[in-house]
């Protein structure tokens, strides 16, 4: 969904290419960089420390439209960021002579930790005002620091850090937290506490283990699930767009599939633009928002399979009685 401006705005399509990627002055090997996913893996690269990788970028704005529009001192600016870290970094591109826009970005490893959005803002002087926004790519690249395939993956994040003296300083209030779920960047992430329960960390990476470590694991990957669907949906209608009737708009991203799937289970037997509309509607004049809640804490329950993984743990703690008395 496009943002509306008050002023004149591109309507074509601004298009980011990541020509080349260099880690160290070393070039990247092609199997690292998808045009066709938009993403850059930058792990197991060849060098297990590195410092900083440089993009090439290749910008194509809708021409003559740019040439032609009420706009001038036009401009295109790569912005390379990251929520976790609140890491911003922009770099300034340049008109090439076969009309195309080209230019460079860096991203400094020790700046990053996991996964950084790179998009394309292009500004101009409209109605006198400079640095106004009248274009930007809709499909951001990914530069991942934990991917060695190009995979542009919608899923769950799974981050491991140590909440207490970690390089997240924003994690050290939940230090006695198993783990965290978070949900405003571009994909949700899971960070789990490596200090928080001792030994929790070592047996989720634990291939087969013993009986209760397999029940141990399977129900804190449950209550994990549970906790990233209830906070998926919480985000995904704190902020809905509307139209100008009013109508919250479904919105996009990670955001409009987690919807999709729980709303038929929190408001059970309504068409799904009925359902985003009351859902909004409870929320923003909270008349029966805190009754939603337990519908809410079902859907997700269900998503994560909670109540099936729950019963086999009883059923494995009652054969462990059994066995036990006899």
Known sequence: MKP??????????VLLDVVAVAVDGADLPLPHV???????ALHQTGRDKWETATLRLK?????????SGPWTDVECLAVLSETVTNTRTTARLSRARDGSWQGSIELARARHLNRASLTLTVVGTVDGIAGRMIGSTER???IDLALTRPVRQQEIEVVEVDFRGGPLEWLRPFKDAPWIVETTGDVPTVYLNSTGVEGLVDVMHAAGGTPDERLLLDMTAAQ????????????AISDLDLDEDGTPLMPTGWREPILRMMLPDVLPGRQLTDALYDIDDRRTKGFGWSEVQTSIQYAAGKRSQISRKLTNAVRSVNRSDGSGNR
């Open 140 to 142: 951001p690249w990914y």
């Open 59 to 67: 910008a194509t704005l809708p021409q003559p439209e740019t040439a």
């Open 224 to 235: 994990i699930a549970q906790d990233a669907w209830i906070a998926m949906f919480h985000a």
């Open 4 to 13: 509306v401006f008050p002023y004149p705005t591109l309507f074509g399509d």
């Open 34 to 40: 998808s045009k066709m996913e938009q993403t850059v």
